[in-house]
C-alpha cells in the first residue's frame, strides 16, 4: 500500500522560506514521477511542480518559477520542494502527489497516489 505524508508547512511572513518534505512508503521501485499541488480555498487543485523518476528532468508553474524548486532523494523515499521569497498568494494546502510512470505531469487525474496535504499560510 502507498502512503504519502507531507510536513513542514506553517504560517510564515512574505519573503520567508519553507521546505515541504514527503515521506514515501509502499513505491516498489523509483519509477515514479512525482509532484506538488496545492488548492486555495474555493479554487481549484493546481499544479506546482513535478519531477520525472530519474530527478533529471523538472517543471514549474509560471507563478513560481525561480522561487521554488522541486528534488527528491530515493534512497530515503523522499521528495522535497522548497518555496522561497513567499508571497500571500501562495497560501494553500499543499499536496505531495505520485504516479507510476517516469515523466511528470501538470494533469492532477495521472497522479494516483496522493497524501494529506500540508497547510502553508503567508502573512502580508
Known amino acids: 500500500q502507498v502512503q504519502l505524508v507531507e510536513s513542514g508547512g506553517g504560517l510564515v511572513q512574505v519573503g520567508d522560506s519553507l521546505r515541504l518534505s514527503c515521506a514515501a512508503s509502499?513505491?516498489?521501485?523509483?519509477?515514479?514521477?512525482m509532484g506538488w499541488f496545492r488548492q486555495a480555498p474555493g479554487e481549484e487543485r493546481q499544479f506546482v511542480a513535478g519531477?520525472?523518476?530519474?530527478?533529471?528532468?523538472?517543471g514549474y508553474a509560471i507563478s513560481v518559477q525561480g522561487r521554488f524548486t522541486i528534488s527528491r532523494d530515493d534512497a530515503k523515499q523522499m521528495q522535497y520542494l522548497q518555496m522561497n521569497i513567499l508571497k500571500p498568494d501562495d497560501t494553500a494546502v499543499y499536496y505531495c502527489?505520485?504516479?507510476?510512470?517516469?515523466?511528470?505531469?501538470?494533469?492532477?487525474?495521472?497522479?494516483?497516489?496522493w497524501g494529506q496535504g500540508t497547510q502553508v499560510t503567508v502573512s502580508p
Open positions: 502527489a505520485a504516479r507510476a510512470a517516469m515523466a511528470w505531469t501538470t494533469n492532477r487525474s495521472e497522479y494516483k497516489y
Open positions: 509502499g513505491l516498489t521501485d523509483s519509477n515514479y514521477a
Open positions: 519531477i520525472n523518476w530519474s530527478g533529471s528532468s523538472t
